[in-house]
Every structure is written in C-alpha cells, then in structure tokens.
C-alpha cells in the first residue's frame, strides 16, 4: 500500500536471455507480469546491433516443427486430430445426404408416375393409327425415360422435345409438393417429375442428350405394376435406414463439437499467448554473437529479485538481469487493490500521475465520497445506494455480474466500492442535516419548548388560534435548552425559515470546506517539491501560494468562524454582514459599518499587503534564482576554463543551450496567473456544495408533496388500497429521479472538484502508466483476434 501514496521506484534492467531459454523465460514472465518491455531497436543504448530481432521468429517456427516448444506443438495436433475427424464426419454426412436426396426423388418418380404410363399407351395408339402403314410396328417398342426437373425449366424442356423429336414423344410431368434442398448448394427448390414415352433407338439417343442439357435426374422405369410396387417398399426402407444412419451422425458430430468446445476456450488463450510471446521476442535484439538474446524492460526496483529468481529457474542455462542507468522518465507504478482500483481509476481519468508524484488516490477516497455527500446528503437515499452497493460488494464473485455484456451495468460493477462509500457517507451527512426522505427524525427530542412562550405571556391562546406562523424567540428563558446532539434540530423542518436558515449554513458550509481543499492541495505539493529535491521551491512557490490563499480567502473562513463565536441570539441583530467586510478590505475601507473586532482594519490591510507581495514573488522568485543560479555555474566554469576536457566543455554547452530565461519566465507567469485568479473561481466553485444540495432537498420535497402526501391524506380502506400504487410511483420516482439523475449529476460536480479545484494546485498528471508484459491482461473474448498489450 505504500506505493498507493507515490508511485513505486522503477528502473531500466537489461535481460541477457540464452536463444534456447527465451520462449520459456518470456512465457514465465507473462505469468508473473512484472516487466514492460520496450522495442530494443529504438534504444539509444543498443544502436550498435546490426542483427534484427525479426529474425528470431523463424527460428522459433523452426523449434515449432521439431518440436521443442511443448504445448504449443500439443495444440497443433490437437488441432489437427480434430480437423481430420470433422472433415471425415462431414463428408460420410455429404454422402448420405445425397443418397437420400436420389432415393427421395425416385419414390415421388415412381408415385407420381403409376398412371402416366397408361395415359401414354392411349395416345401412342391414337398416334400410330393416324401414321402411315410402314410406322404401324413402332408402336410395339415404345419405351420410357423417367426423371426430375427443376420446374423453371420444364416449359423449356417440353418446346425443345417437341422441336427436336417431331412429335414421337409423349411427356407427362407432374409437381411435387415437397420442397428439396440441394446438398450440394444448399438451395431449396422445387421439382418436377416426367415420364417421356418414345419409339424408335434414334429418339431415344436424342431425348437422353435433352435431358442431358437440362440437368434432369434420370431414374429407371420399373416394366411392370409389381417390380414398381417391390421397388417402392425398398426405396422406403432405405430411406427410413438413411434416416437413422444421418440422426446418428448428427449425433456423433454433435458429440465431437461439444468435446471441441469445452477445449475451445484454453486453445484460444495458448494461441493468443504465444502470438503475445511472439510479440515480445520481435522487441528484442541479439548479441554480437547471435547467441543470446537482449531485452530491455521498466521493472519496479522491489521486484529485481523476483525477476532474477524467474529467470534462473525457467532455464537450464542461466539467463541474468544487468541494472543499467537511462535518463528515460520511467513510466508509472501504482499498484491498487478492487478496492481501491476505482478511485484511482478517477484520478487516471484525469492523467496518469508523473514519476514519483503525490498520488492523489489515497485521499480522494476520502475527499470524493463526502463532497458528494454533501451534495446528495439524504439518510434514506444514502442508505439504498449503501445497499444496493453492498448486494454488489458480497456477490462481486458471480459470474453472472462479472461477465454480463450490458456497459451500463459493468460501469455501476467496476465502481461498487466507489458507490458504497457515497452511500456511507451520504447516511452521515443526512443525519447531519437531519434529512430522510424529505423528512426530519426526531431521535434525541427537540431542544426547542414553545411551554416558555406561554409561561412569560409571549403567546396566548388567540394568537395561536388566529395565527398560521409564529416564531420562537431565543432570547425567552427556557425556549432554547441548548443545542441539538447531532445534526440539526428537528424542529426547523417546521420552520417556516427553514430555508434561509439551511441556505446560510450551507453556503458558509461550502466555502470552508473548499478552502481547506485547496489549502491541503497546496501542502501536497510542498511534499512533491521536498521529494524531488526542489527545496527553492518551498521559499518561492509554496509559502507565496500559501500566503496569498490564507491571508485572503482563510481569513474570510476566521470571519465566519469568529462571527459565529462572538455573536449570540441576544446581540445577533447587531452582527454585521461579512460580505462587506470581505469587499471593504480589498477596497480598504469600512469606518462606516461596525467593526467585528478591535483593530479589524489594520490587519486585514496587513494581510491584504503581505497578499499582494506574495504575487511578484510568485512571478519572479523562480526565474530569477533559476538564472542566478545558472549563471555562477558559468564563473565557475569561466575560472578553469583553460583546464576543462572534451566532455566538460560538451556539458557546458549543452547547459547553455537548455537554459531559457524566457521559457521559465513565461512558464511561471502562467501558473502566477492561474493561480491567482483560480483561487477566486475556485472558491467561488465550490459554492455548487450549496448549490446541489439545496436542489436535492428541495426535490426530494416537493415529489414527497405531490405522491406521498397525496396517498397518506386519503383515509378509509380505500385510502389504503390507494396508497400501494402511489408508494409504487414514488418509489419509481425516487430512484430514478433523486438517486439515478440526482446522483449522477453529484458525482460529475465532485469530480470537477476533484480535478480542477483540487489536482491541479499540486497534480500535473504528465505521466505514462506502466504496462506490464502480462497474460491477464490479454482480451479474451472470441471477437477480438488482438493483442491489447
């Protein structure tokens, strides 16, 4: 946890991995996870190899084939062995279907066909007693030619018989009813059947080439009623036999894809693991030797000896971590738990930090949920968030929850702890505003007694009875008994004030809290200035910033604090307005209003100079001391020049190209600026505290007014059974409205707070977040074939 305040300590390590070990110490450390490689190539440091790393895959394919690498070799076979068995069991499929397909058509031939024969024998009479005497004999040797057509092409096929036959033909043809699907091409169409009766061989041969054309199946004719009955009741016991054979072979290669896809979800990972493997061994170079391999990789300092330990025991050979310096900003490492994974998620969402920065992690786990709270407070909405975060919290292990498609619902998942707090700290700040539904709980008795009023004849029956509103004064004996234990007072929910009293305590409310915001974002970035050794900064930045915050807006804080101190109910008509004083000391004025402490003009024009001065030496501390410093460097270059080297001249020529004045100067005078005015806006921002938590309360008023009130003020039974569906649309509109909008709407405002008013007095967020080489981060799902690393 500590690496959760600042980022954990990086550094740049060469891996000297043996070519024979690679694949193996490359797959350890996609288990482990621990190193970010980068592309050797690139480096500075190793321009002087000449042997590219994309050779080293083809020998890595060279070890596939021999061998080597086990699982991946055992997949293929696997693969392999599957291919074989499915292409097999497709094919005897194929087969079978197309034998059905023939004996199908043959049976609805031969039904269809029983009376065409007649029919043909009665006209070929007909025919031969009008033809000359010397075609009389043809009609003893009529045959018969019997198929299946597609029935676009049996209008087609007629004219060509008639055309080409001259009329020795006879076709009869009739439609099936049934629908037949094409092995082949998958096409369902529909067919019919003919029986063509011809005499002579000639025409025979002719008709045959026909059907030839037109791609007609052709199926023999039985000769007579019994051979076509024998071969009817065998071509259905076929059929029927086909049918058997084919559920059994749907069946079995039903069976093998069932066993292939418990198997699918492992092959798809080893797959993408050695495409990931792959992809790290193409970052690395070789040696002058081709030997051995050269990586370099951004691993956390505390884990050298957990990288140096993997690579020993994943090799015979032993391959070694060499530690090497590199003026390359590491990238960043801040290593989180599901708990606090989300919050950070919010300050990355922002920018990744800077090497070594403050994280603000940490303390917007704290920040985060109570500015929203503060906004949202409300007991009984925080206590259905709180609920309904912690039924995610408990069955965060499901499955069903993990893994579910909807975007909607895995972005309230993966921010369920982020949920729970603001729900947790929505009930407190609700008991603080006393604020449940739009409702006040009266749980420790109100301090307030109305006994007093009427025990010093302030009020009278009358005035009670003539008299809508009146008003409690503080200063009877025995009306106030003293102040409320926790929260505020029940009784103001009755006030008719209630709202000038709430929008008072709020308002003074916001702007303490945002001033102590910024104010503790100011000492961060003190811490950062110690951290990195930037102890000027400190005199230069943080005590300017800090001045000019505190003696301005801090001092409008002792305002309110103080005018809460020095004035009670008996002299609170005499309090004057801080507003004005707060105006008249940058105007300097105010001998016309009364004073809320002796003296109070000579320090607020105290505080208002020191505020001011803080300003040029906001703007020009830095640059100057930058610049003077720079330039004793040069004299006491300057002394020994005649005795400087090659390389300390390089050095100083290159400090004198680095050095701008200018680009300081105009550096700083934007963050003079920014901050000057942000401290302004930024005060200023923090107002929409009050703002969001006026309009929550205020709708959740007005929805118990127009649903609530309205079914709990019809009485009778009928009032009762009115009640279930108006406590039905309440209920709809207070998630929906007060929970879903109004919740959504105050988390985007503390988060503005968060990232403007907060990160940016210390958080730069300039960083690049560490990317480890691991194969849990690997996507895998089956609709995306890449690599996310």
């Not at 080893?270 to 002058?288: E, G």
């Not at 010093?456 to 503080?474: C, G, I, R, S």
């Not at 929906?736 to 968060?754: D, K, P, T």
């Amino acid at each position: 946890m500590g690496s959760l305040f600042r980022g954990e300590e990086m550094c740049l390590a060469q891996l000297f991995l043996q070519s024979g070990s690679a694949y193996d110490c490359i797959s350890e450390l996609g288990e482990l996870g621990l190193v970010e490689f980068r592309d050797v190539s690139r480096s500075r440091a190793n321009s002087s190899f000449t042997v590219t790393a994309k050779a080293f895959i083809e020998d890595l394919k060279r070890r596939l084939k021999c061998g080597f690498v086990f699982f991946p070799m055992v997949l293929q076979e696997q693969l392999q062995r599957l291919e074989s068995e499915l292409s097999e069991v497709t094919r005897n499929k194929e087969k079978l279907q197309k034998n059905l397909l023939e004996l199908t058509e043959y049976t609805h031939m031969l039904q269809i066909t029983r009376n065409f024969v007649q029919h043909s024998t009665e006209v070929g009479k007909i025919m031969m007693s009008l033809c000359p005497p010397k075609h009389s004999l043809l009609s003893s040797f009529c045959r018969f030619i019997s198929g299946l057509i597609q029935q676009v092409k049996i209008e087609a096929f007629e004219r060509m018989l008639w055309r080409v036959c001259k009329g020795y033909t006879i076709l009869s043809y009739a439609e099936i009813n049934e629908c037949l699907q094409n092995p082949d091409t998958g096409e369902v169409t529909r067919s019919v059947v003919f029986l063509i009766s011809y005499w002579g061989d000639q025409i025979g041969q002719k008709v045959k080439k026909i059907c030839d054309c037109y791609h007609c199946h052709l199926y023999p004719y039985p000769s007579s009623n019994e051979e076509r009955t024998d071969v009817v009741n065998g071509l259905r016991s076929r059929i029927q036999d086909l049918h058997t054979v084919l559920h059994r072979t749907e069946d079995y290669l039903r069976q093998v894809l069932n066993k292939a896809s418990e198997s699918v979800y492992t092959w798809v990972i080893q797959v993408k693991k050695m495409k990931a493997i792959y992809h790290i061994l193409n970052l690395c170079s070789f040696d002058v030797t081709n030997k051995c391999l050269i990586a370099e990789v951004w691993c956390p300092v505390n884990d050298l000896s957990v990288l140096r330990k993997a690579l020993e025991d994943c090799s015979v050979i032993p391959s070694f971590v060499n530690r090497i310096p590199s003026s390359d900003i590491p990238p960043t490492l801040i290593r989180t738990n599901k708990f606090t994974s989300g919050f950070q998620n919010i300050v990355d969402a922002y920018g990744v930090g800077s090497y070594r920065e403050v994280n603000p992690a940490p303390y917007t786990i704290i920040t985060f949920p109570f500015l929203f709270a503060v906004m949202f407070g409300d007991l009984g909405h925080g206590l259905i968030m709180s609920l309904f975060a912690l039924w995610m919290v408990i069955y965060e292990n499901d499955r069903k929850l993990k893994r579910s498609r909807n975007e909607f619902w895995n972005t309230f998942y993966d921010g369920r702890y982020i949920i729970l707090m603001m729900g947790l700290f929505s009930i407190y700040t609700g008991l603080i505003y006393n604020d449940c539904f739009s409702k006040s709980l009266n749980i420790f008795g109100s301090s307030w007694s109305v006994r007093a009023m009427f025990a010093q004849d302030k009020w009278t029956k009358e005035m009670v009875n003539t008299n809508a509103f009146l008003t409690l004064d503080p200063n009877v004996t025995g009306v106030f008994n003293g102040p409320y234990p926790f929260g505020i007072d029940p009784i103001w929910n009755m006030a008719s004030n209630r709202l000038t009293f709430l929008n008072s305590y709020k308002m003074k409310m916001s702007v303490i809290l945002g001033i102590i915001h910024m104010t503790f974002g100011v000492v961060l970035g003190g811490i950062n200035h110690i951290h990195f050794r930037k102890k000027f900064n400190l005199f230069l930045m943080l005590i300017p910033e800090l001045l000019f915050l505190l003696f301005l807006f801090g001092y409008l804080v002792f305002m309110v604090v103080f005018k809460w101190l020095a004035f009670s109910a008996a002299n609170s008509q005499a309090a004057p307005s801080i507003l004005i004083h707060f105006i008249n000391m940058f105007l300097m004025q105010g001998d016309t209003i009364p004073h809320l402490y002796s003296g109070q003009k000579t320090l607020q024009v105290f505080l208002l100079v020191i505020a001011l001065l803080a300003v040029p030496v906001l703007l020009l501390g830095k640059p100057v001391y930058l610049y003077w410093l720079h330039k004793g460097q040069n004299r006491r270059r300057a002394a020994y020049k005649g005795k400087q080297t090659f390389t300390e001249m390089t050095l100083y020529l290159s400090s004198l190209l680095q050095f701008d004045f200018a680009d300081i100067f105009l550096h700083q005078s934007i963050h003079t600026i920014e901050y000057c005015l942000g401290c302004v806006s930024n005060t200023a921002s923090y107002l929409r505290l009050w703002a969001l938590s006026l309009a929550h309360a205020q709708l959740s008023e007005v929805l118990w007014a127009m649903v609530m009130r309205v079914g709990l003020r019809v009485g009778s039974r009928v009032g009762i059974l009115f009640l279930v569906p108006v406590f039905g649309l309440f209920a709809v509109l207070t998630v929906s409205i007060l929970l879903v909008m109004e919740g959504l709407s105050a988390f985007l405002h503390a988060l503005r707070l968060h990232w403007v008013e907060f990160q940016n007095k210390f958080y730069s967020g300039a960083g690049t977040k560490f990317s480890p080489f691991a194969f849990s981060l690997i996507h895998t799902g089956f609709e995306n074939d890449g690599l996310p690393l």
